[in-house]
């Protein structure tokens, strides 16, 4: 079993940048890939990025390439989705999920989910 924490949401304008942190406590963080999504009002979850287990491969939706590069620390139990250049429509809560596997984008791949934590940007 892994469970995942996830902090780092809250408000901030359009353009501005937050940095999601995700704990994970349990099983061997260092043996799963971590991803992030993230689901808004009304919408589908949908895929931010992900992290193989070492770090040495990302994956990125085209929404966010460029702008939210994910980072992991095993040492902490920790992976970071760093929010650059944010926009309205980035208004979400954003869920961080852990599986034994490649770092895909498909939500059904992933075993393990956080709470969620909430970023809301303004214009």
């Known amino acids: 079993q892994v469970r995942l924490e996830e902090s780092g949401g809250g408000l901030v304008q359009a353009g501005g940048s937050l940095r999601l942190s995700c704990v994970a406590s349990?099983?061997?963080?260092?043996?799963?890939?971590m991803a992030w999504f993230r689901q808004a009002p009304g919408k589908e979850r949908e895929f931010a990025a992900a992290?193989?287990?070492?770090?040495?491969?990302?994956n990125y939706a085209d929404s966010g390439k460029g702008r939210f590069p994910i980072s992991r620390d095993n040492a902490k139990n920790t992976v970071y989705l760093q929010m650059n250049t944010l926009k309205p429509g980035d208004t979400a809560v954003y869920y961080c999920?852990?599986?034994?596997?490649?770092?895909?984008?498909?939500?059904?791949?992933?075993?393990?989910w956080g709470q969620g934590t909430q970023v809301t940007v303004s214009s």
């Open positions: 999920a852990a599986r034994v596997g490649a770092a895909t984008g498909w939500r059904i791949d992933y075993d393990y």
């Open positions: 349990g099983r061997t963080f260092s043996s799963y890939a």
């Open positions: 992290i193989s287990w070492s770090g040495s491969s990302t």
